[in-house]
């Protein structure tokens, strides 16, 4: 009979996800991984999911594709003001609710060039994979696979992809506490066979994107030119500029160990401002300063790390 | 429930029933909450199974809008304000407007006027601005009062928003170098909002 049938079935499925609660790495869980990373930029979909962060919720409208290689995307705010963020590629364009367009990264502008974040081979240094087991999320089955932190200076990071086409469609950054600090969750998915390429217009009427001027984007360009380096970084985090464009010498810095990101900015300031740390849903600020050839020097880090990290971090930062 | 009903059931969900049995079926699950329920637990656990896709599987808005006009008094038995029937008849109109406008948002393009045109109508319905305070200003959680010695109003409003362009200009690099999950774009669209004041 058809009720006990079920009833045995999830008996199993709940006897298998007790099964794995030993921290064990699941190969299986990792091959999932690499899978998504492979195929999830690439699948055409859309859909409306929910970002939560902090004690906020927003529901998003997403469109995506991929036109001749390159990965199209259009975000529209549903609650509250319009907003848009539009992707064609490297061209990443913001509009605000007073219809103004920003671009704010274009074709080669990308501080990362042509690498390749997220390998599983950079992650494992950090992560052990773990399966979650199925689920059924926004009325499709997923396979849930959990990044489980090797150390305490990063959060768990938790992932649950659709079986037909890989997409992530709950993501959740944890805490080591378990609180949940980032949520993005689809309510509305569906996949679709062909790019049109009328659904990636903008929606904010009377807006035309263009391509700006170089100069008008790269304007977060720093001038002051600092060399300096950090004494302590969490096992895993690589310097991502190191091989794209920023130079070495440099005001500012970004590292990655995979699937989290911070940014280092190190600058000559008149005098102490603001000291110690923030906390923006699920982004951390530590703001440290130090005297350096008798000037002060504010260092600043941001990311989505423990407080703790990003304090040890802005405390390990040596100027040369 | 008997047990022969729950069977039939079962063989229902199968396709092993035949046309008379399942008329018979069809009107007992219709005038029997319970085996209605049953029949959905059935359709939700086998689509879960079989991995199905169906958005709206748990979502019977028949029932909801019966249940709430059910729940809605009526002139007769309600000794009740009459701003407060008003109200009653506010809530369920919202609830099946609110149902519309998820059906709506994947209409195409060309169809989108009429869309507003239909919001411009409940254009008396007050938009709540949602609260982005936490987005808007990171509040500093531990200040060390060497630091702000001798700091005005003005430079800490500096400091302020030079934290807040850090944070946007993080979340945007983040949707570049692994914009691979829709998440830290959706963290972009968030900090636009410290745009308007």
Redesign the interface.
């Known amino acids: 009979?058809?009720?006990w049938t079920?009833t045995l079935?999830?008996l199993a499925v709940t006897w298998f996800a007790h099964a794995d609660d030993a921290p064990a790495a699941s190969p299986t869980a990792q091959s999932m991984y690499e899978d998504?990373?492979e195929r999830?930029?690439y699948a055409m979909y859309?859909g409306?999911?929910i970002?939560q962060?902090?004690?906020?919720t927003?529901s998003?409208?997403?469109v995506?594709g991929t036109y001749e290689g390159a990965?199209w995307?259009r975000?529209l705010?549903?609650?509250?003001?319009t907003?848009?963020?539009i992707?064609r590629g490297?061209a990443?364009y913001?509009i605000?609710?007073?219809q103004s367009v920003e671009q704010?990264?274009q074709q080669g502008s990308?501080?990362?060039g042509n690498k390749e974040?997220?390998s599983t081979r950079q992650l494992s240094k950090a992560y052990d994979f773990r399966s979650l087991g199925k689920q059924?999320i926004?009325?499709?089955?997923v396979e849930g696979v959990q990044l489980v932190p090797k150390d305490a200076s990063r959060h768990f990071y938790q992932?649950w992809l659709d079986?037909?086409t890989t997409v992530?469609l709950r993501?959740e950054l944890v805490s080591r506490k378990g609180q949940v600090l980032?949520r993005?969750q689809f309510s509305?998915?569906?996949p679709k066979k062909e790019f049109v390429k009328?659904?990636f217009?903008p929606?904010t009427k009377g807006v035309i994107l263009t391509e700006a001027d170089t100069a008008e984007v790269l304007k977060?360009t720093q001038k002051d030119v600092l060399e300096w380096r950090l004494n302590w970084i969490p096992s895993g985090f690589e310097d991502?500029a190191a091989t794209g464009y920023a130079p070495k010498m440099s005001a500012r810095r970004?590292y990655?160990d995979g699937?989290v990101?911070?940014?280092v900015?190190v600058e000559q300031v008149e005098?102490?401002?603001?000291?110690?740390?923030?906390?923006?849903?699920p982004?951390v600020?530590a703001?440290q300063?130090k005297q350096w050839h008798g000037l002060t020097h504010r260092i600043?880090v941001?990311?989505?790390i423990p407080a703790a990290t990003a304090q040890r971090i802005a405390q390990s930062v040596e100027l040369l | 429930m008997s047990e022969k009903q729950?069977?039939s059931?079962?063989a229902l969900?199968?396709g092993e029933l035949d046309e008379l049995s399942m008329r018979r079926l069809l009107n007992d699950v219709d005038s029997d909450p319970a085996m209605k329920a049953q029949w959905a637990r059935?359709h939700l656990?086998r689509?879960?199974?079989k991995?199905d896709?169906?958005?709206?599987?748990a979502m019977d808005i028949s029932a909801a809008v019966s249940e709430a006009l059910d729940q809605e008094p009526t002139s007769q038995q309600t000794t009740q304000k009459p701003w407060f029937k008003a109200f009653a008849g506010m809530s369920v109109a919202a609830s099946v407007a609110f149902a519309v406008v998820?059906g709506a948002?994947?209409n195409p393009?060309n169809e989108?006027p009429a869309f507003d045109a239909q919001l411009a109508n409940k254009s008396k319905v007050e938009i709540v601005?949602?609260?982005?305070s936490?987005?808007r200003s990171?509040?500093?959680?531990?200040?060390?009062p060497?630091?702000?010695d001798?700091?005005n109003e003005q430079?800490?409003q500096?400091?302020q928003e030079?934290?807040n362009s850090?944070?946007k200009?993080?979340?945007?690099?983040?949707?570049?170098?692994?914009?691979?999950?829709?998440?830290p774009?959706?963290?972009?669209?968030?900090f636009?909002?410290s745009?308007?004041k």
């Open positions: 009979m058809l009720r079920v079935c999830m998504m990373l999830a930029p859309e409306i999911f970002h962060a902090g004690n906020q927003q998003v409208e997403i995506h990965i995307e975000l705010h549903l609650d509250g003001p907003r848009e963020v992707r490297e990443l913001c605000h609710p007073d704010v990264q990308s501080p990362f974040l997220g059924r926004a009325g499709r089955l992932l079986q037909e992530p993501t980032e993005y509305y998915f569906m009328a659904r217009e929606r977060t991502e970004i990655s699937i990101m911070f940014s900015y005098k102490a401002l603001d000291e110690g740390t923030a906390q923006s849903g982004t600020l703001v300063h600043t941001v990311g989505e | 729950t069977e059931l079962s969900m199968d059935y656990a689509d879960a199974i991995g896709s169906s958005v709206f599987a998820i948002r994947f393009l989108q601005k949602p609260d982005v936490t987005f990171p509040s500093m959680i531990a200040q060390s060497d630091a702000i001798g700091v430079e800490l500096q400091a030079r934290l850090y944070l200009q993080h979340a945007q690099d983040s949707a570049i170098g692994q914009g691979r999950t829709a998440m774009f959706a963290r972009v669209v968030n636009e909002t745009k308007e």
